[in-house]
């Protein structure tokens, strides 16, 4: 079965350093790749996608993700995180020819806690 | 804002009960998908509806069920309900579909948290 795994699962950081969160899947053939963050009191929002192309990614807020085929990876970078980065990520893949077409599966998330 | 509501925004059922919760879709998406996130967990996926038909199901079971109408809202049905149910409930919707099944974007809505007691 196809799964999602997100390595930290609570990362603390200072203002203006640096960000990676890790996400790896598990599914051979084409993906759809995404990252969505879930801000305090707020829903689910798009930070951004993958579908095809140049595998790095530019999102909103300064974020971007690096799809890595071979290692079955698309890990989220910020080079300089803001207090109000403070939310949860949440990876998310969506598998082309599986049965579900529509269903995306997603890590359990990573508290990101950033600090004054 | 997203332009995907959802209603109500809190519930609170006993068990044994039956709910129903909606869901209305962004303004030119035609497909729906939703969600159950339990505390502290990614969401999983229940089910999707385009074109007033289910494309697609997760692992859960048939007391959990939806509905897609013609202006595309939708409603997810749980009947019997368990305490493990209570779970924030996320409506998505989409264009995909129609776009092409390969460049499916999901937007959210804020959810409705169910509470079973």
């Known amino acids: 079965a196809q799964s999602v795994s997100q390595h930290n699962h609570h990362v603390i950081l200072s203002e203006a350093a640096s960000l990676e969160l890790g996400c790896n899947y598990s599914?051979?053939?084409?993906?759809?790749l995404f990252w969505y963050v879930q801000y305090p009191g707020q829903h689910l929002q798009l930070l951004l996608k993958y579908f095809s192309g140049d595998p790095l990614v530019k999102g909103i807020k300064g974020f971007e993700a690096e799809f890595i085929k071979s290692k079955f990876s698309f890990n989220l970078r910020k080079p300089s995180v803001q207090w109000s980065d403070t939310a949860e990520y949440f990876c998310a893949v969506k598998a082309y020819g599986s049965s579900n077409t529509g269903k995306l599966i997603f890590g359990q998330g990573t508290t990101l806690q950033v600090k004054p | 804002e997203t332009g995907v509501t959802q209603s109500p925004t809190h519930l609170i059922k006993t068990r044994g009960q039956q709910v129903t919760l909606r869901c209305s879709s962004q303004s030119g998406h035609n497909t729906v998908s939703w969600y159950q996130q339990a505390l502290g967990q990614g969401p999983q996926f229940i089910f999707q509806y385009y074109r007033e038909e289910e494309n697609g199901r997760g692992n859960f079971p048939p007391r959990f069920s939806g509905l897609q109408f013609p202006n595309y809202s939708s409603e997810l049905n749980v009947n019997a309900l368990e305490l493990d149910d209570s779970a924030l409930y996320l409506c998505?919707?989409?264009?995909?579909?129609?776009?092409?099944?390969?460049?499916?974007?999901?937007?959210f809505g804020p959810g409705t948290r169910l509470l079973v007691l």
């Open positions: 599914y051979g053939g084409t993906v759809n």
């Open positions: 998505a919707s989409s264009s995909g579909l129609a776009g092409g099944r390969n460049q499916e974007t999901q937007y």
